[in-house]
């Protein structure tokens, strides 16, 4: 799991370690003790069995240990997801909508809307009997058109919805997945520490091309957002058009494979 | 008394008894024993659909690209593969054990409902052929997973109907054999074996009816809402018609947890069965055991949204489930502990039923640890839908419930045909399979933490490497199952040793008292629970 470039998914992925670890320590002793019965108490060794069935202090022992086990590692686990979940005074709002199968962002505050499909090199190259081998093409299935940029630094709230069927908005390294539901607007919040690209994908099957509608997140300096804010709203006009002509082929498209 | 009772016993022998010659031995057999056959040869006949699928999938994800299929069949694959395992594979090999096991544990002659268990089984043959027809029907076989979510499943080509249909079937057909099993326990046990001198086997059967009976009408409901949203005008998942998508999950995994426990309850049962044996060491805290399993399958009804930690559920919610599905370690840490403390200082031997036992105890436990993990809400976020989950569920699954199954039908099958099956192919079998199931879903672990999205025909070059080793080992798991089906037909055709009635070295329970093989009726006159088959 990576660390990820946010707080909560640094958290995250501490849990993830600390769970990790104990699920060793108990797998180490528990195993221990497994293969030193095997080896030890075997006929071929001449162990002859003992008849003891029950021993209620070790049975208490062996019940009580755990329950203080998950005790330790339920108390920082409630602690992250109650922050998790406080997804109030935002910087700044997106609202992500899903799609079979491309994603659509929306700045509300901007007034900037545009869809992010799946990059056209990869798009050739998943084809069958493309002729393109995937090693040669960068961010093979995890490279899109139009990528979300948001700042870093702001506490961005990430509205999700779907017009068609569920799908899931993951990207790993902010340690956020969603559920797109149509008829339900779910809410999540990331900070991101550091810019870069940030690579995701749908993460619950949503039909046939599930696997190609990748997400990804370009984090940049505050400057940069707002001059990519400004470049967006020039060029808007064109924008929505070339969107609009997009969106009627892929749904005629996906008409005609439904065949209705 | 006991001289005429056995006299009038041979009368009524001689009469008419043996099976009835023929394809009516099969066809119109209400035998336990008979049925007990035909769920288990169903059930591996399936097993070998379901993993030709899965190999289909695997060949797939050897290499970044698409190769073989196209990506809307790969989700049919996903989709059956998953349908025939669970309902297919998996539960009609634990009722194929039941029906041939418990009556022969707890004393009794036949099931207590024989008509009812020969019509169990029958529906079995034709839900499945109406599933694997939906392969050739306008649009292919369903393809939006084997949980049906809607809206996506209702994006479904002519299978829609014949899908749900089958899935009808097949709960018919579990609510009738839990009920069997259910009135059969608790009516027919030889008159001194009390609830809780039986044999854990039965006891898990026990608990799993119950929670057969408890859930398979759920999911006939979620279906069946499924199939009037489809083609009668209503909405209850549909958005735009004020119904809720996420109920459907609700009641979807309301079901679907009790399930996950329906398949392993029998296996926890043959695993505290084989491993005293081998251990020549009665089982360490039998009341324990039950207990602990009733509270796995209480606790079942109470976690099931850990299913659904990314739907947007209310904090409080999200807490609630959170610690309940921690809990469920509790119990299973009991079980497996106990298991152990029964082999502690024990008298082992390691004959091929044990051997998958402890496969079984380790792989299982590995299986836990994950399940914890996925526990934790803020990591299963990370986890949920990744390959993290996949390797997770095949862990219990497979090395789980599959290799209790091994273990159990290694461990009676001697009892069940008079022969004893080949131990060196049996070990042979064991020793790949253990390696190549670990060979093939251990790198899925990796795969998930990395990013990698379940339910993918094609991946990003960056998980290559692990995809191409689960492959490797999905082949050499699924060629090594060969093995497993000659040295059953081998047995079958009594080529091998005879077996003696006790088989193993002094075994407890009722069903080593009878002749190897098991005649066609046994425990006609209930038999004695000497201290000498007893449990406790």
Redesign the interface.
């Given at each position: 799991m990576p660390q990820g470039v946010s707080e909560m998914s640094l958290q995250t992925y501490r849990l993830h370690m600390q769970v990790f670890w104990w699920c060793v320590a108990i797998g180490i002793v528990v195993f221990a003790v497994m293969i030193y019965t095997m080896v030890k108490h075997r006929r071929s060794r001449g162990h002859q069995a003992a008849q003891f069935h029950h021993n209620t202090k070790l049975e208490v022992v062996w019940t009580a240990i755990p329950v203080l086990i998950l005790l330790i590692m339920a108390v920082p686990a409630a602690e992250t997801l109650v922050e998790l979940e406080y997804n109030q005074n935002p910087d700044l709002t997106v609202v992500v909508t899903g799609y079979q199968w491309r994603w659509h962002y929306d700045y509300p505050d901007h007034d900037i809307s545009f869809f992010s499909s799946l990059d056209a090199r990869s798009n050739q190259a998943r084809r069958k009997r493309s002729g393109i081998d995937p090693y040669q093409v960068e961010n093979y299935l995890l490279e899109v058109d139009n990528p979300l940029v948001v700042p870093r630094g702001a506490k961005v709230r990430v509205l999700i919805t779907s017009k068609d069927v569920i799908h899931a908005w993951w990207v790993p390294a902010l340690a956020i997945k969603k559920d797109a539901i149509p008829g339900f607007m779910n809410a999540v919040w990331f900070r991101a520490e550091e810019s870069g690209t940030y690579r995701g994908q749908c993460a619950e099957l949503c039909g046939m091309d599930h696997a190609y509608m990748p997400v990804v997140v370009e984090v940049v300096e505050p400057e940069a957002f707002a001059a990519w804010v400004e470049a967006q709203r020039g060029g808007e006009a064109a924008q929505a058009a070339s969107d609009q002509a997009a969106a009627a082929t892929r749904i005629a498209a996906r008409h005609d494979i439904a065949g209705d | 008394m006991t001289t005429a009772v056995a006299d009038a016993h041979l009368a009524h022998d001689a009469e008419h008894h043996g099976p009835p010659a023929g394809w009516r031995r099969w066809v119109f057999s209400t035998n336990h024993k008979d049925i007990g056959t035909m769920y288990l040869v169903f059930s591996l006949l399936m097993f070998m659909i379901g993993g030709a699928l899965a190999l289909a999938i695997r060949a797939e994800l050897f290499s970044?690209?698409?190769?073989f299929v196209?990506?809307?069949f790969f989700?049919q694959l996903t989709t059956m593969h998953a349908l025939i395992m669970i309902f297919g594979a998996v539960m009609p090999a634990m009722v194929g054990l039941a029906n041939w096991m418990i009556p022969l544990q707890i004393g009794a002659p036949d099931m207590a409902l024989p008509r009812m268990n020969n019509l169990s089984f029958w529906i079995l043959p034709f839900a499945f052929t109406l599933l694997l027809s939906t392969f050739f029907m306008?649009?292919g076989a369903a393809?939006?997973?084997w949980t049906m979510?809607p809206?996506?499943a209702l994006?479904a080509g002519d299978s829609f109907p014949f899908t749900i249909f089958s899935i009808h079937l097949m709960g018919m057909s579990s609510i009738m054999g839990a009920i069997n099993v259910i009135v059969t326990i608790l009516n027919m046990r030889a008159p001194d074996m009390t609830l809780l001198k039986m044999p854990m086997f039965v006891w898990g059967w026990l608990i799993t009816a119950y929670l057969l009976l408890a859930v398979m009408p759920v999911l006939a409901g979620a279906v069946t809402m499924l199939l009037t949203d489809q083609f009668f005008g209503t909405s209850f998942f549909l958005?735009?018609g004020g119904?809720?998508?996420?109920m459907y999950q609700h009641i979807f995994w309301f079901f679907g947890h009790p399930e996950v426990y329906i398949m392993i309850l029998p296996a926890f049962g043959i695993v505290s069965e084989v491993i005293p044996t081998f251990?020549?060491?009665?089982?360490?805290?039998?009341?324990?055991m039950v207990y602990a399993m009733s509270c796995i399958a209480f606790l079942s009804f109470v976690v099931w949204a850990h299913h659904m930690f990314?739907?947007?559920m209310p904090?409080t919610g999200?807490?609630f489930f959170?610690?309940a599905t921690?809990?469920i370690?509790?119990p299973t840490?009991?079980k497996?502990?106990n298991w152990?403390?029964t082999?502690?200082?024990?008298?082992?031997?390691?004959e091929t039923p044990m051997l998958f036992a402890?496969a079984f105890?380790?792989l299982f436990?590995?299986g836990g640890?994950?399940g914890?993990?996925v526990a934790?809400?803020?990591?299963d976020?990370?986890y949920?839908?990744?390959y993290f989950v996949v390797a997770h569920f095949h862990y219990v699954l497979v090395p789980g419930s599959v290799f209790a199954i091994f273990a159990a039908v290694y461990y009676w099958l001697p009892k069940w045909t008079g022969t004893m099956y080949n131990e060196k192919l049996g070990k042979l079998h064991f020793w790949l399979s253990t390696i190549f199931v670990n060979i093939l879903f251990f790198p899925m672990h990796f795969l998930g933490?990395a990013?990698m999205?379940?339910?993918?025909?094609?991946?990003?070059?960056q998980f290559a490497d692990f995809n191409a080793v689960a492959t490797i080992g999905a082949i050499g798991f699924g060629l090594s199952q060969l093995i497993f089906i000659w040295v059953v037909i081998q047995a079958i055709r009594g080529k091998g040793e005879r077996a003696s009635a006790k088989v193993w070295d002094n075994p407890k329970g009722l069903e080593w008292t009878v002749p190897s093989p098991a005649p066609h009726h046994t425990f006609e006159t209930p038999p004695k629970v000497s201290t000498e088959v007893a449990f406790?």
């Open positions: - | 970044p690209g698409l190769q196209e990506p809307h989700n306008d649009g393809a939006g997973g979510y809206p996506l994006q958005a735009a119904g809720d998508p996420v251990a020549r060491k009665p089982l360490f805290g039998h009341e324990s990314t739907v947007g904090l999200q807490l959170m610690f921690m809990l370690a509790v840490g009991v497996v502990f152990t403390a082999m502690w200082r024990g008298s082992m031997t390691f402890i105890l380790f436990t590995i640890f994950s914890l993990m934790i809400v803020p990591a976020i990370q949920h839908d990744s933490l990013g999205p379940r339910r993918i025909p094609d991946y990003s070059t406790q």
